[in-house]
């Protein structure tokens, strides 16, 4: 009798789907750290081989812009936000061509999202171009930071896969902000985000952050001590207090938000690098 052997029929693998590119905005009140976000997340990409474009129509902040991240930034030729609306309108749909990951900072109040929030189908036209809206609702401390996301949300404005990110630097003492903290995540304007696919982080604080914006230069500049006419070097105490922050803090904020909810990082997610490591760098002769 011969044997007739089974012939196994082996599945086709299934594709993997397209990586959509991500714009990433940082919406909230005025003041509560969108932009020193924004900035330090969009250095450690390209410290990463990421390369997304920067968009800025936060024009009248001069003081903490984030134009000094290190490549060109884009930024509208009208200062009205309707017509800074028509001007995104076309950079979503070159986004839609090119397929690179772009980073938004718009600014406080009424801005240009709002205007296509409020006179566009911003979020079915974004999902039929395949790009993916990322924002990130930044709020403090204060109660009417948690009005300005339900606001956004009585406009029908609740993206799925928002982020909520908590800025640790405005607590008013770091003690109290872990208490503070559950009680934002209680609050239904945050679990509204969350229920549809959000997630929320806190970003860490770090002081100083003055003293690098007067410098007018990026962060990753300021730890190197790059020198700024007219300004003093930077004390070891400050840019070490910066290198932990961008080596350590801010590394471990991206690990507990996720790769997915991050611009494209070839090099992946940065490393975490420890305290002792940053304190025993090259720090000269050792005795």
């Not at 999902?127 to 009585?154: N, Q, S, T, W």
């Not at 770090?206 to 007219?230: I, M, W, Y």
């Amino acid at each position: 009798m011969t044997a007739t052997a089974k012939t196994s029929k082996t599945e086709p693998a299934a594709e993997a789907k397209p990586r959509r590119p991500r714009l990433i905005v940082a919406i909230g009140r005025q003041r509560v750290g969108k932009t020193t976000i924004l900035k330090a997340i969009t250095e450690i990409t390209l410290h990463q081989g990421g390369d997304p474009q920067v968009w800025n129509t936060d024009i009248m902040n001069k003081s903490h812009a984030i134009d000094t991240v290190g490549v060109d930034v884009l930024t509208p030729p009208e200062q009205h936000a309707s017509g800074q609306a028509a001007w995104l309108e076309e950079q979503i749909m070159g986004m839609a061509q090119t397929g690179r990951d772009a980073v938004l900072d718009i600014g406080g109040g009424w801005t240009a999202v709002h205007e296509l929030i409020q006179g566009s189908p911003l979020l079915g036209a974004m999902r039929r171009m395949k790009v993916r809206l990322i924002p990130y609702f930044v709020i403090g401390f204060e109660p009417a930071d948690l009005d300005y996301l339900d606001d956004l949300h009585r406009r029908d404005f609740n993206p799925p896969g928002s982020v909520v990110i908590i800025n640790e630097g405005l607590a008013s003492y770091k003690a109290d902000s872990k208490e503070h903290t559950r009680a934002i995540i209680r609050h239904p304007a945050v679990q509204q985000a969350l229920t549809n696919k959000g997630t929320v982080a806190t970003f860490p604080a770090v002081n100083g952050l003055l003293k690098v914006a007067e410098r007018n230069q990026s962060f990753f500049d300021f730890v190197a001590g790059k020198p700024v006419p007219g300004m003093p070097t930077p004390s070891w105490f400050d840019t070490l207090r910066f290198d932990f922050w961008l080596r350590h803090s801010i590394p471990t904020f991206m690990r507990d938000l996720g790769a997915d909810f991050l611009p494209n990082m070839p090099n992946g997610l940065p490393p975490v690098v420890s305290k002792e490591e940053i304190e025993n760098g090259d720090d000269g002769d050792d005795e």
